[in-house]
């Protein structure tokens, strides 16, 4: 447990340190140097570049992070397989973003996607050799790939936005940051974990497809529901462009809320659920148990919280913007947190899927949440706009939450075996209701330099008075 946590707290301060660098270049600095429709074009670029990305990935990461966790001794061959594979579909990749760009926008946006999109493909060679210290569950190196890279970015791009070299040096900043994240992680692999040598083989190769393929359709259907909203806006929105900066401004806030899960339950976690649901089936619902429970209690607080105060962030992140386009920014925000709150616990189940090589549950799962998500959009963004997109992201969480859990309480862990979840999700929606209650009758009088410290020490206080930091369960 000790090491969960070491690992835990060391992805999520880098990756914590590099929001709040996002946060400083996207929210606070750009909507200063930049109009809407420049801020939205480089919101669509970014979409565009992540969403083709994904065919890089194939599915194979979280089965290599198995693999090497259940073969440490096989590390190089594992890895220099993965990476052949991986720098043939780069190139394909790279092709189909420049391609689609010049048909579907305009030439500076197309400009932005050719350095967006080589940054995609460097980050995505770097995320493999992350998969090396995440195996080795040594995720300090990772975070110093993170925080180097986060840095990068904002020095360099910071100051191109300061001297007012326009939003494709901006673009360039961000290619340079991804080589420096690849630098360092091929060297950090090299010379604590294990040399590259390039030695193909088809057996590993085999067992790596055979696992990735079926994930590759789920995670293809999982990034294009995270994405496919943003290239729908700039397409179906009755604002055009100027919708992706307010629905990306607010998806941005977000987004920096969302690092937690991500450190704890596909970077900490994804390991020890995998090496206990191969070798010590006994303690996988220990496991299983102890993830969902700390996703629940800090996802439901950040959704109310989020959600209540949304205008008053807004306006302290946002001051050059005019009353209406806080507005418009605060209301994709209200709805955006709640699916932030969601993203808590939907992580985690689909952190199990993958640990437990649920490949076809998986694929099934994300592609009907990928569907939904799309027909919600096509329906609700002419109509609503980024509000409509915002609202349509909430409907498909709590859809994939639904069917995911239910699925994983019918196949994997029975209801019987996780009783703590259901006693921490009451205590954890009474907490955050009253919280919630109480920031509603106190922002109108209070900062919120006051009201979300306050807000923590409440809801902090509350869960240890209920018992929830006690309840640990030693499943390692």
Request: some cysteine; overall charge positive; charged content about 15%.
């Amino acid at each position: 447990m000790n090491r969960i946590f070491k690992n835990t707290s060391s992805l999520f301060s880098a990756h914590l340190i590099g929001r709040l660098g996002s946060l400083v270049i996207t929210v606070w600095l750009m909507p200063r140097y930049f109009s809407e429709s420049e801020f939205g074009g480089y919101f669509v670029a970014i979409a565009l570049t992540n969403l083709v990305a994904s065919l890089t990935e194939l599915g194979i990461q979280n089965p290599l992070i198995r693999e090497m966790t259940l073969h440490l001794q096989q590390t190089k061959q594992y890895l220099g397989n993965a990476l052949i594979v991986r720098c043939i579909l780069s190139i394909i990749a790279y092709g189909i973003m420049i391609v689609s760009g010049i048909y579907l926008y305009t030439p500076i946006i197309v400009e932005m996607i050719v350095f967006l999109g080589l940054a995609e493909i460097a980050n995505s060679l770097a995320q493999l050799y992350r998969c090396v210290f995440r195996a080795h569950e040594e995720m300090k190196y990772e975070a110093l790939t993170v925080i180097a890279e986060r840095a990068g970015f904002l020095l360099i791009g910071g100051g191109a936005i300061l001297f007012d070299y326009g939003l494709v040096a901006v673009c360039q900043a961000t290619l340079i940051a991804s080589c420096i994240n690849l630098i360092l992680s091929v060297g950090f692999t090299r010379y604590r974990f294990t040399p590259l040598r390039f030695q193909p083989s088809r057996e590993i190769v085999r067992v790596l497809m055979q696992q990735a393929l079926p994930f590759a359709i789920g995670n293809l259907f999982n990034l294009l529901y995270f994405r496919v909203d943003a290239i729908l806006l700039s397409k179906l929105s009755p604002d055009g462009v100027d919708a992706n900066a307010w629905y990306g401004l607010a998806y941005t806030i977000v987004n920096a809320f969302t690092i937690l899960p991500g450190a704890f339950m596909m970077g900490a976690m994804f390991p020890v659920l995998s090496r206990a649901y191969e070798r010590e089936k006994g303690r996988f619902p220990g496991a299983y148990t102890f993830g969902t429970r700390w996703m629940v209690l800090s996802g439901l607080p950040l959704a109310v919280g989020l959600s209540t105060l949304s205008p008053q962030i807004t306006a302290v992140l946002l001051p050059t913007y005019t009353p209406d386009e806080l507005n418009r920014v605060a209301k994709a925000l209200q709805w955006l947190s709640w699916a932030g709150g969601l993203i808590f616990i939907t992580t985690a189940v689909l952190a199990v899927l993958r640990a437990t090589d649920k490949r076809r549950a998986f694929s099934v799962l994300m592609g009907a949440t990928a569907l939904l998500n799309i027909c919600l959009n096509l329906y609700l963004i002419p109509r609503s706009s980024h509000v409509g997109a915002a609202i349509a992201m909430v409907i498909s969480e709590a859809f994939l939450l639904i069917f995911g859990i239910g699925y994983i309480s019918r196949n994997i862990v029975k209801f019987r075996e996780t009783p703590l979840i259901f006693r921490t999700l009451l205590k954890a929606v009474i907490l955050s209701g009253v919280m919630g209650i109480g920031l509603t009758l106190l922002k109108g009088f209070l900062s919120i330099w006051v009201l979300i410290p306050l807000a923590m020490l409440f809801y902090g206080g509350g869960i240890t008075i209920l018992g929830e930091f006690r309840a640990r369960l030693r499943f390692d």
